[in-house]
């Protein structure tokens, strides 16, 4: 997803947890803004992506800038946990690193920005254009009816802010 709310990559798996697709997401949407000469700047992922793999695939040079959370968090947090002071040690894990990042100010800020970004395009293509269930059955029919829904919600944000041209 991008900032403006279009979907820039798009997946259905049978997996029951998301940890083994962090990687492919990343891949596939680097591939696509590499394609249209974007760089890709961040990924902001709930908890059901953070695994030390995961982390560890996101701290390799080059990669986008991580802002994963460690931990499900279902209360809407007010009150921005103190991060602590100075320079991280260096003994800590990937996960620690991760913790420590969205406890300061602006990590914490910027994963936010995630509600605004992610979880609002899946409440409108859920809830605003009513896509309860999926109409075809079987992975390869649901990956092309999603791939449908993602690229009508592209049009369409197109059109409405006048992004579309003409």
């Not at 300061?104 to 896509?131: H, P, S, W």
Request: a positive charge.
């Amino acid at each position: 997803m991008s900032q403006d709310q279009i979907v820039v990559t798009c997946d259905v798996v049978r997996e029951c947890n998301d940890f083994g697709q962090l990687a492919p997401m990343v891949e596939s949407a680097e591939a696509n803004l590499y394609e249209i000469g974007e760089e890709p700047g961040k990924v902001l992922a709930d908890a059901g992506y953070c695994s030390e793999d995961n982390l560890e695939y996101m701290a390799r040079p080059g990669a986008p800038d991580p802002y994963i959370a460690v931990k499900k968090d279902h209360k809407q947090r007010t009150e921005v946990e103190a991060a602590p002071r100075g320079r991280p040690p260096k003994d800590l894990t990937h996960r620690q690193r991760m913790e420590r990042k969205l406890k300061t100010k602006a990590g914490n800020a910027m994963y936010k920005l995630r509600g605004q970004i992610v979880e609002a395009v899946f409440g409108q293509i859920k809830d605003c254009r009513r896509l309860g269930r999926f109409l075809l059955r079987g992975l390869v029919k649901v990956k092309g009816e999603f791939e449908i829904w993602c690229l009508t919600h592209n049009l369409l944000k197109l059109y409405r802010h006048g992004l579309a041209g003409g």
